[in-house]
């Protein structure tokens, strides 16, 4: 069964760090995009935040999180990483990864397993 599960979240101040992860089981990470999505509270659309690719490890941020979110991939855990830096309150969201065997670009790719999310708080 696939499955993704996202841990990490939590309260954190204005100017902080969190670091959250995303691990698959019944899917190599390796061999899929893997995209991080997050939905603000009040919000009902979904904003991408990050992916990298599957075949080069190509990376991809929205305008805003560059420079302060990275993306990384652990292949012996199977798991991939959104470490968050500079966190102000309009990061505050539920933070949920996506995965797709699909190769491309994975700013695009259509992601077809998804995880429940994490939440992440930032608030003084």
């Known amino acids: 069964q696939l499955q993704l599960a996202e841990s990490g979240g939590g309260l954190v101040q204005p100017g902080g760090s969190l670091k959250i992860s995303c691990e698959a089981s019944g899917i190599t990470l390796d061999n899929a995009n893997i995209g991080w999505f997050r939905q603000a509270p009040g919000k009902g659309r979904d904003e991408g935040v990050s992916?990298?690719?599957?075949?080069?490890?190509?990376?991809w941020y929205a305008e805003t999180v560059k420079g302060r979110f990275t993306i990384s991939r652990d292949s012996a855990k199977n798991t991939v990483y959104l470490q968050m830096n500079s966190l102000n309150v309009e990061d505050t969201a539920n933070y949920y990864c996506?995965?797709?065997?699909?190769?491309?670009?994975?700013?695009?790719?259509?992601?077809?397993?998804w995880g429940q999310g994490t939440q992440v708080t930032v608030s003084s």
């Open positions: 996506a995965a797709t065997g699909a190769t491309g670009d994975c700013q695009t790719a259509p992601y077809a397993v």
């Open positions: 992916c990298i690719g599957s075949s080069d490890n190509s990376t």
